[in-house]
C-alpha cells in the first residue's frame, strides 16, 4: 500500500547505481501489486525487481526472498513504510561500511513524524514479567535524534533498514525463518554478524521516517503475544552466551 509514495520520495534520491526489489508477502494480491508497479513505473520511471512467492513466507522468508533476487554487492532490507529524508541516504551507508570494515551491519536513525526517534540503535533489556527472558528495546525512543553524522557502534539494528555486505548475508544465512511475524529476526541477524567478529552501526547523518508496524495487522491479538514468547524463547537459548557477553 506504500510502495507509490516509497517510490516517489525514492524517485528524488540518488539512486541511479541502486535496484529495486519489492517481495509480495499476500499472493491474493497479485494482479493489484503488478498493476501498481506498472503504475509506479510509468510515474517514476524507476526500474524494479517483482518478486512473487507463490505463499506468504512471513517477514523472514520474505526478506530472504528478495535477497537470492539481489544482484548488487550490498543488500539493503528495508521494509515498506520505510520512507527517506536524506536524499543520499544510500550512498551514506554504503561509504560508512567501505571507510570501516569492522562494520557488518550499518542502519540510520528512523523518525516518526513528529521527527522523534523510533530507532537509533537497539539494545537488550531483562523482562521479568516472562522469566527474565532478554527482549530488544530502542533506547531513546521518542526523543530527538541525534545531531551529528557520527558513525555510532550499537549492539544491535532493527530489521526495518538494515544495510550489509551481500555476500556476509549469505554467508550468515539471512533472517531465520524459525521466527515468525517479524519478532527476533532482526536481533538474530544481529548476532550472526557479530559472530562473524563485525560490529553494528547507526549513521547518525542518514535520517528516514518509519511509520511503525504499519505493515502489519491485528498486533494486538493474544496470539501475537504468544508467538512472541515463543520467539523470545528461540533468541535466548540459541544466544544466551553471547547475550550475556554483550
Known amino acids: ?95 560508512a561500511m567501505d571507510r570501516d570494515p569492522g562494520i557488518g551491519m550499518v542502519g540510520a536513525q528512523l523518525l516518526f513524524e513528529d521527527m522523534t526517534v523510533q530507532h537509533a540503535g537497539m539494545d537488550l533489556e531483562r523482562n521479568d ?28 539494528l532493527t530489521g526495518a533498514l538494515m544495510t550489509m555486505r551481500r555476500s556476509l548475508a549469505l554467508s550468515c544465512g539471512g533472517f531465520d525463518t524459525d ?22 552501526a547507526v549513521h547518525d547523518g542518514v535520517r528516514l521516517y518509519h511509520l511503525e508496524r504499519q505493515s502489519q495487522q491485528g498486533a494486538s491479538n493474544n496470539w501475537r503475544l504468544n508467538l512472541t514468547l515463543v520467539n523470545a524463547w528461540t533468541f535466548n537459548s540459541r544466544w544466551e552466551t553471547q547475550i550475556a557477553a554483550l
Open 179 to 200: 521466527y515468525v511475524i517479524g519478532d527476533f529476526e532482526d536481533a538474530d541477524l544481529c548476532m550472526k554478524v557479530r559472530a562473524h567478529d563485525l560490529e553494528c
Open 129 to 156: 514479567m516472562f522469566g527474565g527472558m532478554m527482549f530488544p528495546y530502542h533506547p531513546g525512543k521518542g526523543r530527538l535524534p541525534h545531531d551529528s553524522d557520527a558513525i555510532r557502534k550499537v549492539p544491535l
Open 1 to 95: 500500500d506504500f510502495m507509490m509514495f516509497q517510490m516517489a520520495l525514492f524517485s528524488e534520491c540518488d539512486n541511479a547505481d541502486d535496484e529495486f526489489i519489492y517481495v509480495l508477502d499476500e499472493p491474493t494480491r497479485r494482479q493489484e501489486f503488478l498493476n501498481l508497479a506498472r503504475s509506479v513505473h510509468r510515474r517514476f520511471g524507476v526500474p524494479m525487481k517483482l518478486v512473487l512467492p507463490p505463499a506468504n513466507l512471513g517477514f523472514a522468508g520474505a526478506s530472504n526472498a528478495g535477497l537470492h533476487a539481489a544482484s548488487g554487492d550490498y543488500i539493503c532490507f528495508l521494509n515498506s513504510d520505510v520512507m527517506p529524508s536524506t536524499p543520499d541516504w544510500m550512498g551514506q551507508l554504503i561509504g
